[in-house]
């Protein structure tokens, strides 16, 4: 396993400097399956006001953007955001810099908020008071975490070593992932989300005040 240390230090690279590299690396190492698997999620996103967390470079505000009347993108690198930017124009969506552990939006915004491949901070208690903070009630959080290749089985572990790179101890034996993405206003559970060479691991947890 990557060095705490040392992981933090690559990806704060590759979200600043190596921004330009993002979109061409997740195409190599999830072999063209990560889209597949941001848009299984599809399905389940809820209501008319969607916050995608941690955008990125944004590749999946477009496929949010369909039928939904409010897409909002934040990430807290400018750099991503940049080239988040020409997708968001296209299709008026709102990019916002901001930290995900203090969401600049008032209580009860959004119906959904859905976070895809997003990085550790999402394992943070304090960042999912914030999404149950800004969801309505009855809104819905979504996470796509990853995903496994059944058809293509000899490409799995690359994707195991690059999920370990990123959630660290985390993935490591024992994780109970409820107990790091469940939270008492956020109860969730796992879905799998079936895709073309596989299926898609996804959270999925609703507001209980509804
Ligand atoms: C692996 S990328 C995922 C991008 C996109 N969601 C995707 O599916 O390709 C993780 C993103 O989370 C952002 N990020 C990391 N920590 C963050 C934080 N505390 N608040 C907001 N964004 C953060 C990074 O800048 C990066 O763009």
Redesign the pocket.
């Known amino acids: 396993m990557i060095p705490r240390k040392l992981r933090q230090r690559l990806?704060a690279w590759?979200?600043t400097g190596g921004a330009w590299l993002?979109d061409p690396l997740?195409i190599l190492l999830f072999a063209g399956q990560?889209r597949e698997w941001?848009r299984s999620v599809l399905p389940l996103v809820h209501g008319e006001r969607i916050l995608?967390?941690?955008?990125?470079?944004g590749?999946?505000l477009p496929d949010l953007a369909t039928c939904r009347t409010v897409v909002v993108g934040?990430?807290?690198?400018t750099a991503?955001l940049r080239r988040a930017r020409s997708r968001a124009a296209n299709i008026g969506a709102h990019l916002v810099c901001?930290?995900?552990?203090a969401l600049p939006f008032r209580e009860g915004t959004f119906t959904t908020v859905v976070?895809?491949?997003?990085?550790?901070?999402i394992l943070e208690q304090r960042?999912r008071d914030e999404i149950a903070r800004v969801l309505a009630p009855g809104g819905r959080f979504l996470v796509?975490i990853g995903g496994t290749f059944e058809r293509h089985a000899w490409w799995q572990w690359p994707l195991v070593l690059v999920l370990r790179a990123?959630y660290g101890h985390a993935l490591s034996p024992g994780w109970q992932p409820e107990v790091s993405l469940s939270s008492d206003r956020l109860p969730g559970y796992w879905q799998r989300r079936p895709s073309h060479s596989g299926y898609a691991s996804v959270w999925v947890a609703e507001r209980e005040d509804a």
Request: contains cysteine; aromatic residues 24%.
């Open positions: 990806f590759l979200y993002y997740t990560w941001q995608d967390l941690g955008c990125g470079t590749q999946f934040l990430d807290r690198s991503m901001a930290d995900a552990r976070s895809t491949f997003p990085a550790e901070f960042v796509v990123f």
